[in-house]
C-alpha cells in the first residue's frame, strides 16, 4: 500500500526545526542536543524519498524550466533557459546543490547506519536501491560526479570527495541493485511502516523496484555497453520486475495544497509558484493530436482568458479549462514576444490578433490541471509501463527473448491507464485498442516507435525523459537557434557542475573536467551519450 505524501511534514520538522513539532517519542530527549543514539533514523528515510522524486526547488529550475522545453514537451516566452538554450548556473546546478547534502547525504548516512544492523537490514536495502534513483540521476544530469565518496564527510572525514568514472558508478548501481534485490527476497518484513511513503515497507514491491530499476539502468548502456545491458536486463528478468500498473512506485499527495511542501513539485509549480511559465510544446501537441491519442485530453487544457498571469490564485476560482483534444493547440519552441521575426504573434497559427497585446497567447494549451498541474496530484517515480517500453527495445535489439510488439503494446496500455492514479476517467479499453490498432508496431521503425512512447509516457518525469532522448536520440527534435544561446543552436546534452566546486575541490573537479569533451559546458556529453 502506498502512502501519502503529508507524512513528510512530521519528519522534516524533526529533522530541520528540532524544536518545531510537537511530538512522538521519549519526551525526555532533549530536542535541541540530538544525538545518534536518540535520532530516530527512520525520519530520515522519509526525507531521502523526498529528494527521489524531487523537490520544488530543483523541478521547477532543472526540470521544468530547462528540460521540459528542451525536450519539447513545452515551449516558453517567459523562461529562455531551456526553451532558447540559454545559461545559468544556478538553474543548471539546482539538483546538484539540494541532492548531495540532503537526499545523498541522508542515504549515505542511513546506510552506514543500518548496515550492521540485523534488526534493520530491510530497510538497508530499500536505501540502497533509493540511492541508486539519486545518484543515476546525478550522474545522468552531470556526467562524472562524487559517488564512492559522497556523503562521507562527518563518516570518513571526506571534505574533497573524488569524481568516479560514469563507466564505474554505473557498474557499481548495477551490482547494488542486485545485492539489495536478492537481499530483500529472503525478508518478509521491515520496520519502517508508514514512513516509507512509497510501499508501506513491502519487501515484496521493494524486490520488484530494485529489479525494475535495474532495467532501466542497463538499458541506458544501450550505446556503449551492448553486451553489459543485455546480461543484466535478463538478471533483471530473472529477479522479478514489476508486473502491473499495481507495482507502480508511486508517492500520493492526498490533502495537500498549493502552498505548502507537502505539494507535488511539478502540481506545485504549475498550479502556484509559475502558472503562465509554460505551454505544451506545438512538437508535443502535434505528435498527440496527429496519431490520435487519447491522452492528449489528459495532459493539455486551454483556459483562454481566466489564465491566471500573477503568481499566485485561489484554488477557489481555478479554471480547469477546456481538456477537448480538438482545441488543444501547442506553442512553437524559440519564439518570444520582443516584435522581430521570431515574435509568437507572428505565427500562422497564433490564435489571438496582431493587436491583442498577447493575450492570444493563453489559448495555447498548458498542462491539465485535472492531472499534472495539481498540488494534489501523485508523483509516479518508476512505472510498470516505461519499463515494458523498454523490454521491447531490449527484445528487439535481440538482448532478450520475448516479442517485442507484445512488450510495445502492454507498455502503452499501462502508460494509458496509468492515468487512474490522478483520480480521472480512464480511457476506455475499446478506445486504447483503437489507437493501437491505428499505430501498430513496426519492425522497421521500432526503436523510434518504442522511444517515442517513452517520451509520452515519461511527461512530468523530466529528468528521465532527458535521459532516454539522449540515449534513444527519439523523438527526432527541431532545435531552435536562438541570438544569445550556448550551445550553438543544438539541444544541451548535459548540466553544468556547481561552480562552487572549482573552488572547494579543485583538484578532483579539473580531473572531471578534463574527461569531458567540450570541457563543463552543456554540449558536453556524458559517457553513455556517446556520438
Same mark, same amino acid.
Given at each position: 500500500?502506498?502512502?501519502?505524501?503529508?507524512?513528510?511534514?512530521?519528519?522534516?520538522?524533526?529533522?530541520?526545526?528540532?524544536?518545531?513539532?510537537?511530538?512522538?517519542?521519549?519526551?525526555?530527549?532533549?530536542?535541541?542536543?540530538?544525538?545518534?543514539?536518540?535520532?530516530?533514523?527512520?525520519?530520515?528515510?522519509?526525507?531521502?524519498?523526498?529528494?527521489?522524486?524531487?523537490?520544488?526547488?530543483?523541478?521547477?529550475?532543472?526540470?521544468?524550466?530547462?528540460?521540459?522545453?528542451?525536450?519539447?514537451?513545452?515551449?516558453?516566452?517567459?523562461?529562455?533557459?531551456?526553451?532558447?538554450?540559454?545559461?545559468?548556473?544556478?538553474?543548471?546546478?539546482?539538483?546538484?546543490?539540494?541532492?548531495?547534502?540532503?537526499?545523498?547525504?541522508?542515504?549515505?548516512?542511513?546506510?552506514?547506519?543500518?548496515?550492521?544492523?540485523?534488526?534493520?537490514?530491510?530497510?538497508?536495502?530499500?536505501?540502497?536501491?533509493?540511492?541508486?534513483?539519486?545518484?543515476?540521476?546525478?550522474?545522468?544530469?552531470?556526467?562524472?560526479?562524487?559517488?564512492?565518496?559522497?556523503?562521507?564527510?562527518?563518516?570518513?572525514?571526506?571534505?574533497?570527495?573524488?569524481?568516479?568514472?560514469?563507466?564505474?558508478?554505473?557498474?557499481?548501481?548495477?551490482?547494488?541493485?542486485?545485492?539489495?534485490?536478492?537481499?530483500?527476497?529472503?525478508?518478509?518484513?521491515?520496520?519502517?511502516?508508514?514512513?516509507?511513503?512509497?510501499?508501506?515497507?513491502?519487501?515484496?514491491?521493494?524486490?520488484?523496484?530494485? $529489479?525494475?530499476?535495474?532495467?532501466?539502468?542497463?538499458?541506458?548502456?544501450?550505446?556503449?555497453?551492448?553486451?553489459?545491458?543485455?546480461?543484466?536486463?535478463?538478471?533483471?528478468?530473472?529477479?522479478?520486475?514489476?508486473?502491473?500498473?499495481?507495482?507502480?512506485?508511486?508517492?500520493?499527495?492526498?490533502?495537500?495544497?498549493?502552498?505548502?511542501?507537502?505539494?507535488?513539485? $511539478?502540481?506545485?509549480? $504549475?498550479?502556484?509558484?509559475?502558472?503562465?511559465?509554460?505551454?505544451?510544446?506545438?512538437?508535443?501537441?502535434?505528435?498527440?493530436?496527429?496519431?490520435?491519442?487519447?491522452?492528449?485530453?489528459?495532459?493539455?487544457?486551454?483556459?483562454?482568458?481566466?489564465?491566471?498571469?500573477?503568481?499566485?490564485?485561489?484554488?477557489?476560482?481555478?479554471?480547469?479549462?477546456?481538456?477537448?483534444?480538438?482545441?488543444?493547440?501547442?506553442?512553437?519552441?524559440?519564439?518570444?514576444?520582443?516584435?522581430?521575426?521570431?515574435?509568437?504573434?507572428?505565427?500562422?497559427?497564433?490564435?489571438?490578433?496582431?493587436?491583442?497585446?498577447?493575450?492570444?497567447?493563453?489559448?495555447?494549451?498548458?498542462?491539465?490541471?485535472?492531472?499534472?498541474?495539481?498540488?494534489?496530484?501523485?508523483?509516479?517515480?518508476?512505472?510498470?509501463?516505461?519499463?515494458?517500453?523498454?523490454?521491447?527495445?531490449?527484445?528487439?535489439?535481440?538482448?532478450?527473448?520475448?516479442?517485442?510488439?507484445?512488450?510495445?503494446?502492454?507498455?502503452?496500455?499501462?502508460?494509458?491507464?496509468?492515468?487512474?492514479?490522478?483520480?480521472?476517467?480512464?480511457?476506455?479499453?475499446?478506445?486504447?485498442?483503437?489507437?493501437?490498432?491505428?499505430?501498430?508496431?513496426?519492425?522497421?521503425?521500432?526503436?523510434?516507435?518504442?522511444?517515442?512512447?517513452?517520451?509520452?509516457?515519461?511527461?512530468?518525469?523530466?529528468?528521465?525523459?532527458?535521459?532516454?532522448? !539522449?540515449?534513444?536520440?527519439?523523438?527526432?527534435?527541431?532545435?531552435?537557434?536562438?541570438?544569445?544561446?550556448?550551445?550553438?543552436?543544438?539541444?544541451?546534452? !548535459?548540466?553544468?557542475?556547481?561552480?562552487?566546486?572549482?573552488?572547494?575541490?579543485?583538484?578532483?573537479?579539473?580531473?572531471?573536467?578534463?574527461?569531458?569533451?567540450?570541457?563543463?559546458?552543456?554540449?558536453? !556529453?556524458?559517457?553513455?551519450?556517446?556520438?
Amino acid at each position: 500500500m502506498k502512502k501519502g505524501i503529508l507524512v513528510i511534514i512530521t519528519s522534516l520538522c524533526l529533522m530541520l526545526t528540532s524544536t518545531g513539532c510537537s511530538d512522538f517519542g521519549d519526551l525526555n530527549v532533549d530536542p535541541e542536543n540530538i544525538t545518534a543514539e536518540s535520532m530516530n533514523y527512520t525520519l530520515l528515510f522519509t526525507n531521502v524519498q523526498v529528494y527521489t522524486y524531487g523537490t520544488e526547488y530543483d523541478i521547477w529550475r532543472n526540470a521544468a524550466i530547462y528540460i521540459s522545453s528542451m525536450i519539447q514537451h513545452h515551449a516558453s516566452i517567459n523562461w529562455s533557459q531551456g526553451d532558447k538554450y540559454t545559461y545559468n548556473d544556478s538553474y543548471n546546478q539546482a539538483y546538484w546543490d539540494r541532492t548531495y547534502p540532503n537526499g545523498i547525504l541522508n542515504a549515505v548516512t542511513l546506510i552506514h547506519q543500518w548496515k550492521d544492523d540485523e534488526e534493520y537490514q530491510a530497510e538497508y536495502n530499500m536505501i540502497r536501491i533509493l540511492r541508486v534513483i539519486l545518484m543515476q540521476r546525478m550522474t545522468d544530469m552531470y556526467g562524472d560526479v562524487p559517488y564512492s565518496e559522497a556523503g562521507l564527510g562527518y563518516i570518513e572525514s571526506i571534505g574533497q570527495p573524488k569524481y568516479d568514472t560514469q563507466e564505474s558508478i554505473y557498474l557499481d548501481m548495477l551490482n547494488e541493485l542486485k545485492e539489495a534485490g536478492e537481499a530483500l527476497a529472503s525478508i518478509s518484513s521491515s520496520k519502517i511502516g508508514a514512513k516509507d511513503i512509497m510501499y508501506g515497507g513491502n519487501t515484496t514491491q521493494w524486490r520488484k523496484l530494485a $529489479y525494475s530499476l535495474m532495467v532501466r539502468v542497463a538499458m541506458r548502456l544501450t550505446k556503449v555497453a551492448p553486451d553489459t545491458a543485455s546480461t543484466w536486463v535478463n538478471t533483471a528478468l530473472a529477479g522479478g520486475i514489476f508486473e502491473s500498473n499495481d507495482d507502480n512506485c508511486i508517492v500520493t499527495h492526498e490533502g495537500a495544497v498549493e502552498t505548502t511542501n507537502a505539494a507535488e513539485p $511539478y502540481g506545485k509549480v $504549475y498550479s502556484h509558484e509559475d502558472v503562465t511559465g509554460w505551454r505544451l510544446s506545438n512538437t508535443f501537441v502535434n505528435q498527440l493530436k496527429n496519431t490520435g491519442d487519447p491522452r492528449l485530453s489528459l495532459i493539455g487544457t486551454v483556459v483562454g482568458e481566466s489564465l491566471v498571469s500573477t503568481n499566485q490564485y485561489s484554488s477557489d476560482n481555478w479554471e480547469y479549462g477546456d481538456t477537448t483534444a480538438v482545441v488543444q493547440l501547442g506553442m512553437p519552441n524559440g519564439r518570444d514576444v520582443q516584435g522581430g521575426d521570431l515574435d509568437i504573434s507572428k505565427e500562422p497559427n497564433y490564435p489571438g490578433t496582431a493587436d491583442d497585446g498577447y493575450l492570444g497567447v493563453r489559448y495555447y494549451s498548458v498542462p491539465n490541471r485535472y492531472t499534472f498541474a495539481r498540488p494534489d496530484a501523485p508523483t509516479l517515480v518508476v512505472t510498470y509501463s516505461t519499463i515494458q517500453l523498454l523490454l521491447a527495445e531490449a527484445a528487439y535489439r535481440g538482448y532478450i527473448s520475448g516479442n517485442a510488439e507484445e512488450y510495445y503494446n502492454e507498455g502503452v496500455r499501462a502508460a494509458i491507464k496509468q492515468f487512474t492514479a490522478y483520480g480521472v476517467d480512464i480511457v476506455t479499453d475499446a478506445q486504447i485498442n483503437y489507437y493501437l490498432s491505428q499505430n501498430p508496431y513496426n519492425a522497421s521503425t521500432a526503436l523510434e516507435q518504442i522511444n517515442v512512447q517513452y517520451w509520452i509516457a515519461t511527461y512530468c518525469d523530466e529528468y528521465e525523459a532527458f535521459a532516454n532522448w !539522449r540515449r534513444s536520440g527519439y523523438p527526432v527534435l527541431t532545435p531552435v537557434n536562438y541570438v544569445g544561446n550556448v550551445t550553438n543552436g543544438t539541444i544541451p546534452r !548535459r548540466f553544468t557542475y556547481n561552480t562552487g566546486e572549482a573552488v572547494v575541490n579543485t583538484e578532483n573537479y579539473l580531473e572531471a573536467v578534463r574527461r569531458l569533451n567540450n570541457g563543463d559546458t552543456m554540449t558536453s !556529453r556524458v559517457w553513455w551519450d556517446a556520438e
